[in-house]
Structures are given as structure tokens and as C-alpha cells.
């Protein structure tokens, strides 16, 4: 038996020798006791399996590299991103994360960050676990009775915001600069299906102020946003606000606070 094996110490050393290893062989030595041959599939193994979830969760971002080119993103990102969780379905995530602080090259577009989050995103909706909230009666969502219920946004949506019109990036549409932001609502329904909507300013307003304030009535809510939309009387908030909030109710991206 070898002194790793009976000192946890020297194990835990082994160890670490071997993650750095796989991480980038060109930076660390090889762990001693292991052949090279079964190193190189060791680092095989692993990377493709991050590069293979990295190409199944950013298809669109995918589409824009060459293969020689994302690959190296991807060997950078496993090389040089500590991820903090060990499920494999957290590896989108943790990527989003190494490129928040990523500084492009020339070969990266100027919107990655923001197209991978975008991406994500919609993975991150269908795949996070929580309740799917119970279906409405249409009879309740008169504006009176939206005015005696609590509300909320389902732990099932999110709110994303972005400075390039990421929904239209393809191949064909690769902007250089930022334009006008857009914002959306994410949302799973009561099929398991993943649902974008897009917002103007006034009604991200809205729907952020939900998210961050839950339990308002409608009209509570209508009264808290109307001082930073000064444009617009209460009524017509009312108004404009009203169908989507009870489509939304209705599809269970808005739902009664439990």
C-alpha cells in the first residue's frame, strides 16, 4: 500500500495534483503513480463532457464560433473557472458566470456574455424545480377581484434584461454595437413549455416591482409604479397594465401569493 493511501494528507494532495492536472497539463505537473496514457483520457473524459454540455446549452452562441475557436473558449473555461457545484447541470450556469469576467478577443462577438445568459436562461426556467401555480378561474380576474387578491411572480419566471437584441442574433445578425435594451419576461407553463415574453419599459417596471414587493393588489401595484412613470395618469396605467396582468394570471406567470 502507498503512503497516499494510508495518509488522507497525501491523498488529498494526489488529488488536487490530479484535478489541476486536468485542467491544464500545460501549467501543472502530472501526478505522480498514473501512466500519461491514462491521464490523457482522464482529461479527455472530462473535458468533453463539460464542452458537451457547453454545446448542448448555447446552440445559437455555438453557431458563431469555428470549431477550432470554440473549442479553445471552452478549454478556457474549463482551465481557468473554479465551478462551486458538482452537478452537471449547473456547468451552463457556471459559465455564464466565467464570462462576466471574461475579457474577449477578436475572435469572441461583442454580445457573448449577453447572448449566453440569454441562452440560459430559458435552460435555467425549464430545468429550475418549484411549483407550477394552480390555474385561475377566469371570474377572478375582473379587476376588482385582482384588487382583493395578493400576487406575486411565479417561482417558475424570471426577468431578463439586455443591451442587444439578442432574441434576432443568428449568423445572418451579428451586431457590433449595443442598441436599444429589451427585456423580457421567462416563464414555464403548465405544459413544462418555456415562454418569452417581450416588455416595454413600463411594464418591466411593473412586473419588477412585483417581483421585488410580492403580495400587492393590482391597484396597490398600479399606485407604487405610477410616481416613476409620470407620463401616465393612474387610470391609464390601469388601462394598459390590466390585459397583461391577467394574461399572465391566466398562464401563470403572475399567480395569488400562497
Given amino acids: ?3 497516499a493511501d494510508n495518509n488522507p494528507s497525501d491523498f488529498s494532495q494526489v488529488q488536487q495534483q490530479l484535478a489541476a492536472y486536468i485542467r491544464n ?3 501543472a505537473p502530472p501526478p505522480p503513480g498514473i501512466e500519461p496514457r491514462r491521464l490523457k483520457v482522464y482529461r479527455e ?3 468533453n463532457n463539460v464542452k458537451g454540455f457547453l454545446d448542448t446549452a448555447f446552440p445559437v452562441l455555438k453557431s458563431l464560433y469555428s470549431d477550432h475557436n470554440w473549442t479553445a473558449l471552452a478549454q478556457q473555461f474549463f482551465s481557468q473557472h473554479a465551478c462551486h457545484s458538482p452537478y452537471f447541470l449547473h456547468i451552463a450556469e457556471q459559465f455564464v458566470a466565467f464570462l462576466q469576467d471574461y475579457q474577449p478577443n477578436e475572435h469572441d462577438p461583442a454580445f457573448l456574455a449577453e447572448l449566453a445568459h440569454y441562452e440560459w436562461a430559458e435552460l435555467y426556467i425549464a430545468t429550475i ?10 371570474t377572478e380576474l375582473t379587476e376588482p377581484q385582482l384588487d382583493s387578491t395578493a400576487l406575486q411572480l411565479s417561482e417558475l419566471a424570471m426577468l431578463c434584461a439586455y443591451q442587444y437584441p439578442v432574441q434576432q ?7 457590433d454595437a449595443p442598441e436599444q435594451p429589451v427585456f423580457f419576461l421567462l416563464y414555464r407553463n403548465a405544459e ?3 415562454k418569452f415574453v417581450q416588455l416595454n419599459q413600463a411594464t418591466l417596471l411593473l412586473l419588477n416591482t412585483l417581483a421585488e414587493h410580492p403580495g400587492q393588489s393590482f391597484n396597490a401595484l398600479i399606485r407604487n409604479i405610477s410616481p416613476q412613470l409620470p407620463g401616465l395618469t393612474e387610470q391609464q396605467l390601469q388601462q394598459g397594465a390590466l390585459p397583461l396582468v391577467q394574461e399572465l394570471t391566466r398562464k401563470g406567470a403572475i399567480c395569488r401569493v400562497n
Fill in 25 to 27: 497539463p500545460d501549467r
Fill in 129 to 138: 424545480v418549484g411549483s407550477q401555480p394552480p390555474a385561475v378561474n377566469p
Fill in 45 to 47: 473524459l472530462f473535458f
Fill in 1 to 3: 500500500m502507498s503512503t
Fill in 192 to 194: 413544462d413549455e418555456v
Fill in 169 to 175: 442574433i443568428c449568423i445572418d445578425f451579428q451586431p
